[in-house]
């Protein structure tokens, strides 16, 4: 893998990954996750089919966009195209605080990347992209492909929850690690799936469920003491 993409993937990136738990904290919250290592890992693997797959596929989708509509010169109904992966986005989001969050996330993510990789088609982003967004384009800045925008994608999804994981529960990092590795095929599988969905049109994007994420999102909103942002 290029050097610039292990950059992005780099917990260090000062892009605010680190204030976010994909959902641990709610989780730890509400007991449905404690210090049983079973029960981290089946949050996790629950989490890298649903909200994994989501991120990956679109990430792989503005990937590829961003090497065919950029805004200058704008090829005809260039913005259409990147207004509908936004509201396909949405749709896929039913959460407001899931909404909220993604958007945060990329538009930290924008101003990380305008600087490390500049491109013409951050532009056509706004200044709130959703995150899956903003990675892909970036992806694409640093001369990634899509499936290598998907592949950071997954590995987002997974990574930044079992840090968190270890941080709000004191758990063994190395037995932590050791299952993650354990995913790795599986989450191989998941960027294999998500990839496909590179050169479709956006409204073809998978909406996987995940509803008890979306409601410990708006829970977690609502907390008086918070360690993460979400």
Same mark, same amino acid.
């Given at each position: 893998m290029r050097q610039a993409l292990l950059l992005l993937a780099d917990s260090r990136l000062p892009a605010g990954a680190h204030a976010h738990s994909g959902g641990v904290a709610p989780a730890v919250d509400a007991g449905l996750v404690d210090h049983d290592l079973t029960l981290v890992t089946d949050f996790l693997r629950g989490r890298l089919h649903t909200a994994g797959l989501l991120a990956a596929a679109i990430a792989a989708r503005a990937c590829h966009l961003a090497g065919t509509h950029v805004p200058e010169p704008a090829p005809v109904g260039a913005a259409a195209v990147w207004a @509908?992966?936004?509201? @396909?986005?949405?749709?896929?989001?039913?959460?407001? @605080?899931?909404?909220?969050?993604?958007?945060a996330q990329g538009r930290a993510l924008l101003r990380v990347a305008r600087g490390a990789f500049p491109h013409p088609g951050y532009a056509a982003l706004g200044t709130h992209p959703h995150h899956?967004?903003?990675l892909?384009?970036?992806?694409?800045?640093?001369?990634?492909t899509p499936p290598e925008a998907a592949s950071l994608a997954v590995a987002a999804a997974i990574s930044g929850p079992a840090s968190a994981a270890v941080r709000l529960l004191g758990l063994d990092p190395l037995a932590l690690t050791a299952a993650h590795a354990a995913l790795a095929p599986m989450a191989d599988a998941v960027v294999a799936d998500a990839t496909r969905y590179a050169d479709q049109p956006s409204d073809a994007l998978p909406a996987p469920s995940a509803p008890l994420l979306d409601l410990l999102a708006q829970a977690h909103a609502r907390s008086e003491v918070r360690l993460f942002a979400s």
């Open positions: @509908e992966l936004d509201g @396909e986005v949405d749709a896929r989001t039913p959460a407001p @605080e899931q909404r909220k969050v993604s958007r899956p967004i903003a892909g384009v970036a992806v694409h800045a640093a001369g990634g």
